[in-house]
């Protein structure tokens, strides 16, 4: 019996990477614990009878920190997690055992990426531009494409073209541009199983605004359930022209944890 989508792989697929390397100092949001590398053992610190050799690796880091998902547990409003939960009952011996990370399955699913800053004839959306549903609409009847239940959403603002500035990324004093709680509601309209962007927040944070107020995480994650992907780079896919693809995730399997760093994945058949 022949696996159609093993069959499709041998025809041949082109891999587009949307995650970010992980590195030392690489800009994050100020609210979680930094990214740091470093060699416990290095190659000659311990050396076999043979002349054998070994170095391993010690990471820390928040579950926030580069290229991540957002779990139900992340955020909570009154006092309630999605579905009503109260955070008292999530939380269980110290670990999120409702709505954690460990209960996001794996995802194999369509993909589809909005990108708005080419709709308005842009590389980056200015800081603290909010994408409007007039925005999302007029994008997606651009690129001919339309959202279905189950997909996973990527809004792209050209933002990513900073993450190698540090700073200039995080946006403090400019803002970073994004859906507000009206793009949210479209999103969320929509049924997605998750949406993504290429901040670090996902939505629009107003000029020395920082994190202050994040109504669309409120909408997606308490309200509809649906996860959030953040800090990704959708440039492969805006060079490629990829509007629609398959997509790949899977988080780490962290029992209780409120997010995980991950590193998705858009597949397209190779032209032949």
Not at 13 to 25: A, F, H, K, P, W
Not at 100 to 121: E, F, K, N, Q, W
Not at 204 to 223: F, Y
């Amino acid at each position: 019996m022949t696996d159609a989508l093993l069959a499709a792989v041998r025809e041949g697929v082109e891999v587009l990477d949307l995650g970010r390397q992980l590195t030392v100092g690489m800009p994050q949001s100020p609210n979680h614990p930094h990214f740091w590398h470093s060699f416990p053992r290095r190659h000659g610190d311990m050396r076999r009878s043979d002349g054998g050799s070994a170095a391993n690796d010690m990471l820390s880091m928040g579950t926030h920190v580069g290229t991540h998902i957002d779990a139900l547990a992340h955020v909570s409003h009154e006092g309630k997690l999605h579905g009503g939960l109260a955070v008292e009952d999530a939380l269980v011996d110290g670990k999120y055992v409702e709505h954690g990370v460990h209960t996001i399955a794996p995802m194999v699913r369509r993909g589809l990426m909005l990108d708005v800053a080419s709709y308005h004839g842009v590389d980056i959306l200015d800081g603290g531009y909010e994408i409007t549903v007039e925005d999302l609409e007029a994008t997606a009847a651009r690129q001919g494409v339309s959202p279905e239940p189950g997909d996973v959403i990527l809004v792209r603002s050209g933002w990513g073209r900073r993450f190698s500035e540090g700073a200039a990324y995080v946006g403090k004093e400019t803002g970073v541009p994004g859906v507000g709680e009206a793009g949210g509601r479209w999103l969320a309209d929509r049924a997605p199983h998750a949406v993504g962007a290429d901040t670090i927040a996902f939505e629009r944070l107003a000029p020395q605004g920082g994190h202050a107020l994040l109504p669309a995480h409120r909408v997606l994650l308490v309200e509809s359930g649906i996860y959030i992907i953040e800090a990704m780079d959708l440039e492969p896919l805006r060079d490629a022209s990829a509007y629609v693809f398959t997509f790949v995730l899977a988080p780490l399997n962290i029992f209780g944890a409120t997010g995980s760093p991950v590193r998705p994945l858009a597949l397209t058949s190779v032209a032949t």
